[in-house]
């Protein structure tokens, strides 16, 4: 396990700028995910970690050494990527100790003995000769993580290894990871564009957007409080109302006054989150509330998805499955006022 400090990382292709600028440090034992969408820099960061790109500029230290310049055998890393680049000619056990031979990490027992334990770590014992091929997709995604993990590297780098996974497997494996990751306690980077998965995984989240951070944080912290709109919309899907604060009031245009915590007067965006909101015939001691109609509603198992209008504006709701309401009934959109944050 190791320690992971990257100052001032950027990286440029020609005049476009992948990552611009990068400070981050990342704490001996962390789980950590880099969030967002397609072409934000994530997955190029993974890359300059991991040595298969050059930086532009930068930094890159791992349990204090400075790994910049350092090709990819010499830093050490584990890597698992999305497709997990299994050897099809070789047996399970002949890609686990691939790695092994290449650095030429003990004798042929020494690398069997880790082999077996990769495997146990995660639960393939018995699988030593299979060839991928005769393996299932949770399966071949085992052995690539225990390929990452078998010599014992001080960081972990996953690069989307969950994407090709139907979702209840998707959801069994990321139980897989944190137990991994519980016993084990290595430093790991999770590179991911699924804000469930991030939020599920990683005790650290980092944001990112256009090649910089746009918000870092424990889980819990930046989904309660994001610092910017971007952060409010890709944690959660928030709903944003343009407001305008007076005192302890916010004029929300075409659909009336709500209460709100002390903010400076001007323009604000009020952030609401859908599982906050409920509809209503009448509001309860403390809520706000404002004049709704309903445009959709959309059935989601344990719940419903309900599109209200609220003057000229669009919102999410979460509700209960006994919702009684329909499309075209007029309600009452409801929340109590410290759930919600102006930005």
């Given at each position: 396990?190791?320690?992971?400090?990257?100052?001032?990382?950027?990286?440029?292709?020609?005049?476009?700028?992948?990552l611009?600028?990068?400070?981050?440090?990342?704490?001996?034992?962390?789980?950590?995910a880099?969030?967002?969408?397609?072409?934000?820099?994530?997955?190029?960061?993974?890359?300059?970690?991991?040595?298969?790109?050059?930086?532009?500029?930068?930094?890159?230290?791992?349990?204090?050494?400075?790994?910049?310049?350092?090709?990819?055998?010499?830093?050490?890393?584990?890597m698992?990527?999305?497709?997990?680049?299994?050897?099809?000619?070789?047996?399970?056990?002949?890609?686990?100790?691939f790695p092994?031979?290449?650095?030429?990490?003990?004798?042929?027992?020494?690398?069997?003995?880790k082999?077996?334990?990769?495997?146990r770590?995660?639960?393939?014992?018995?699988?030593?000769?299979?060839?991928?091929?005769?393996?299932?997709?949770?399966?071949?995604?085992?052995?690539?993580?225990?390929?990452?993990?078998?010599?014992?590297?001080?960081?972990?780098?996953?690069?989307?290894?969950?994407?090709?996974?139907?979702?209840?497997?998707?959801?069994?494996?990321?139980v897989?990871?944190?137990?991994?990751?519980?016993?084990?306690?290595?430093?790991?980077?999770?590179?991911t564009?699924?804000?469930?998965?991030?939020?599920?995984?990683?005790?650290?989240?980092?944001?990112?957007?256009?090649?910089?951070?746009?918000?870092?944080g424990?889980?819990r912290?930046?989904?309660?409080?994001?610092?910017?709109?971007?952060?409010?919309?890709?944690?959660?899907?928030?709903?944003?109302?343009?407001?305008?604060?007076?005192?302890?009031?916010?004029?929300?245009?075409?659909?009336?006054?709500?209460?709100v915590?002390?903010?400076?007067?001007?323009?604000?965006?009020?952030?609401?989150?859908?599982?906050?909101?409920a509809?209503?015939?009448?509001?309860?001691?403390?809520?706000?509330?404002?004049?709704?109609?309903?445009?959709?509603?959309?059935?989601?198992?344990?719940?419903?998805?309900?599109?209200?209008?609220?003057?000229?504006h669009?919102?999410?709701?979460?509700?209960?499955?006994?919702?009684?309401?329909?499309?075209?009934?007029?309600?009452?959109?409801?929340?109590?006022?410290?759930?919600?944050?102006?930005?």
């Amino acid at each position: 396990m190791a320690e992971l400090r990257v100052d001032g990382l950027s990286k440029r292709f020609g005049a476009a700028v992948a990552l611009d600028g990068v400070d981050l440090a990342i704490r001996d034992g962390a789980f950590v995910a880099l969030l967002g969408p397609s072409g934000c820099g994530k997955t190029t960061f993974l890359r300059l970690l991991a040595g298969l790109e050059a930086p532009s500029a930068g930094t890159i230290r791992i349990g204090g050494v400075d790994v910049t310049r350092l090709p990819p055998e010499r830093r050490g890393l584990g890597m698992m990527f999305q497709s997990y680049a299994l050897f099809p000619h070789m047996t399970v056990a002949g890609n686990l100790r691939f790695p092994l031979r290449m650095r030429a990490l003990g004798d042929r027992a020494a690398q069997e003995a880790k082999v077996r334990e990769a495997l146990r770590l995660v639960r393939l014992e018995g699988l030593e000769e299979r060839h991928p091929r005769q393996l299932s997709g949770g399966q071949q995604q085992r052995v690539a993580l225990a390929r990452a993990l078998v010599a014992d590297p001080p960081v972990l780098l996953l690069d989307e290894p969950l994407s090709n996974l139907d979702a209840q497997l998707r959801k069994d494996m990321q139980v897989e990871l944190m137990e991994l990751h519980r016993k084990i306690g290595l430093t790991t980077i999770l590179v991911t564009h699924d804000q469930d998965e991030a939020l599920s995984l990683a005790d650290f989240v980092v944001l990112m957007r256009a090649g910089r951070i746009e918000q870092a944080g424990p889980p819990r912290e930046i989904y309660a409080r994001p610092a910017t709109a971007f952060a409010a919309r890709f944690l959660g899907a928030a709903n944003l109302v343009p407001v305008v604060v007076r005192g302890d009031l916010a004029e929300v245009e075409g659909a009336g006054h709500v209460p709100v915590e002390a903010a400076q007067d001007g323009p604000r965006q009020l952030v609401l989150r859908q599982e906050d909101l409920a509809l209503r015939d009448a509001t309860r001691a403390g809520e706000a509330s404002l004049p709704a109609r309903v445009v959709a509603i959309a059935f989601h198992g344990p719940g419903l998805r309900v599109v209200v209008e609220a003057g000229p504006h669009r919102l999410d709701v979460l509700a209960p499955p006994d919702l009684a309401l329909r499309p075209g009934d007029a309600a009452l959109l409801c929340w109590q006022p410290g759930k919600a944050l102006l930005l």
